[in-house]
């Protein structure tokens, strides 16, 4: 005979057993069709990158030192026009455009970082702190700006493929991918995640709260590490140096 005590418990352990189910079966937003996200944020931070590529110092730039900026600002301009509002998944062919501008904005900064490692090596670079700090800073930032678009570009296929919510497995791991409870339900990464993202990988040189979890995601944190530190080093090391 069945203890009718033993009613109650097992039947509030069938509902949380259903609740539990039920859970696991909701599907994140990450994983699901969306809007696109706006395209302000990330417009923005690039006109950032080239206010500040503009503003360093010549010598340092691949000549003409006006080239690579024009070239990035009629692209931005461009796509801003094609698709003002929300990047969205019948703007599919924007995607290429997208990568050639966020390969020349990178290949600008490689140049200007380069130039001044050299010469902070040689010692023709970094004669007064001030302006050293300032140029420092100025390509250090850019850096962080470069790496946080190849991170929204490529995570899960870009943006447009994140919208269709068609990748299975993310390439980044973000808190509220974890714990889903400390978010709204419809949230995802937009661009400002990565933004954040780039910028802790650049001051802590290591992940902070966002794992990487692709080889591809790993190398290319390995290398942002690695640019930003060397910058950091050479840069206040000199001016330490100078003002001494």
């Known amino acids: 005979m069945t203890d009718d005590r033993d009613d109650p418990e097992s039947r509030l352990a069938r509902i949380e057993?259903?609740?539990e189910d039920g859970r696991r079966?909701?599907?994140p937003a990450w994983r699901q069709v969306t809007r696109g996200e706006t395209r302000w944020a990330v417009s923005a931070v690039i006109l950032v990158a080239v206010a500040v590529q503009l503003m360093l110092p010549h010598?340092?730039?691949?000549?003409?030192?006006?080239?690579?900026?024009?070239?990035?600002?009629?692209?931005?301009?461009?796509?801003?026009?094609a698709n003002p509002r929300r990047i969205e998944p019948g703007t599919r062919w924007l995607r290429w455009?997208?990568?050639?501008?966020?390969g020349v904005i990178s290949l600008a900064n490689s140049w200007s970082a380069a130039r001044l490692v050299v010469g902070l090596v040689r010692g023709t670079e970094g004669l007064d702190a001030g302006?050293?700090?300032?140029?420092?800073?100025?390509?250090?930032?850019t850096n962080v700006i470069v790496f946080a678009l190849w991170y929204w570009e490529?995570?899960?296929g870009g943006p447009m493929a994140r919208v269709m919510g068609s990748h299975p497995y993310a390439d980044f791991l973000f808190?509220?991918?974890?714990?889903?409870?400390?978010?709204?339900?419809?949230?995802?990464?937009?661009?400002?995640?990565?933004l954040y993202l780039s910028f802790t990988n650049s001051t802590a040189f290591s992940p902070t709260d966002v794992m990487p979890l692709s080889r591809w995601a790993k190398m290319l944190m390995m290398g942002q590490s690695s640019v930003s530190v060397s910058i950091v080093v050479l840069v206040v090391a000199r001016a330490v140096n100078i003002l001494r």
């Open 59 to 81: 010598r340092l730039a691949l000549q003409p030192y006006w080239l690579l900026p024009t070239l990035e600002l009629v692209l931005m301009v461009g796509l801003f026009v």
């Open 175 to 194: 808190v509220q991918m974890q714990s889903p409870e400390t978010a709204p339900p419809d949230w995802e990464p937009a661009f400002l995640d990565y």
């Open 17 to 19: 057993r259903l609740l």
């Open 154 to 156: 490529w995570d899960r």
């Open 131 to 141: 302006p050293l700090l300032l140029t420092g800073g100025g390509i250090w930032l």
């Open 97 to 102: 455009p997208s990568l050639v501008l966020t």
């Open 25 to 27: 079966d909701v599907v």
